[in-house]
């Protein structure tokens, strides 16, 4: 325990010393990079879903501060044609049951941010999903805005969350996902220090919260994935589940391979892997472009 606290303290002190850095450096795209590249530009109030804009690329924050532990991913460096699918805010009592028949007529592995009140109310979902070989990480209790709360509040939300597929299924959770992608630097750092967790965003969102239809869902997920792609959506939206046959045929038929949230971070070849990633993509997939 005291060693915990003692890297705990010695991770805010490294924190600390880069973002005073940064805020102190000459102006560069690294440095001026870095302050913005927190997602906890969270909307004012709640909205229906993951509705963040786009992140930045949080390497740039690896890269200013290296002696950081990485331990928040939108996407994933690797060298082949290999990515996670998500799901948030399930489990969804008729919309989840249609999505794991799909997944397992082919054969794919999909990824399940659970919400732990959504948990608790259907557990026979929450062991299904886990038996047929999917991941699922922790999404928060009640949805709330864990950037604008109290650290005793962000541990409350979680831990209940924790307990809660724990009851379940019997399985304790090793990745989260903040609510709008709203969680602040330090706040990501203290979390995946004490739940021992990675923090999973995505560099891929169909807005499909929007509920635009199954056929533009799928062609925005279509236009913007790449090798180590993690795709946002949402299995509590039948428009959502409506649009996965067309995504599911036609990544396979790229050669895409879908793999959960910790087998493709499993694969992690590093920053420094991303020039080269591009060219293993484009080889392996060669019908990617459109
Ligand atoms: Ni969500």
């Known amino acids: 325990m005291l060693a915990l606290m003692v890297r705990t303290v010695f991770l805010l002190i490294l924190l600390s010393l880069a973002e005073a850095g940064a805020q102190t450096a000459v102006p560069s795209p690294t440095a001026a990079a870095l302050p913005s590249a927190s997602p906890s530009a969270a909307p004012a109030s709640p909205a229906p879903a993951d509705t963040a804009a786009p992140l930045p690329p949080i390497a740039s924050v690896a890269a ?151 056929a533009v869902v799928a062609q925005r997920i279509l236009a913007a994935v790449r090798p180590g792609s993690i795709i946002l959506s949402h299995d509590i939206h039948s428009g959502t589940v409506d649009a996965m046959p067309q995504v599911f045929d036609t990544l396979l038929a790229r050669g895409y391979k879908f793999v959960t949230v910790s087998e493709l971070l499993a694969m992690d070849k590093g920053p420094a892997a991303k020039a080269k990633k591009a060219v293993a993509g484009n080889a392996a997939t060669p019908a990617a472009t459109p």
């Open 64 to 214: 200013a501060t290296p002696a950081l532990p990485k331990v928040t991913y939108s996407e994933v460096h690797v060298d082949g044609p290999y990515i996670a699918m998500t799901f948030d805010d399930g489990p969804s009592g008729p919309n989840t049951p249609r999505l794991l028949d799909l997944a397992a007529k082919k054969h794919i592995k999909l990824t399940f941010f659970l919400i732990g009140e959504n948990a608790a109310r259907y557990p026979q979902l929450v062991q299904r999903e886990l038996a047929e070989g999917h991941q699922v990480g922790n999404h928060t209790y009640t949805h709330p805005v864990l950037s604008k709360m109290t650290d005793d509040g962000i541990r409350a939300e979680i831990q209940k969350t924790q307990d809660a597929i724990i009851n379940a299924a019997g399985y304790k959770p090793v990745i989260m996902r903040p609510p709008y992608g709203a969680l602040t630097a330090r706040q990501r750092l203290w979390v995946a220090n004490e739940f021992g967790f990675k923090i999973i965003l995505w560099d891929v969102d169909p807005n499909d919260w929007k509920n635009p239809g199954p």
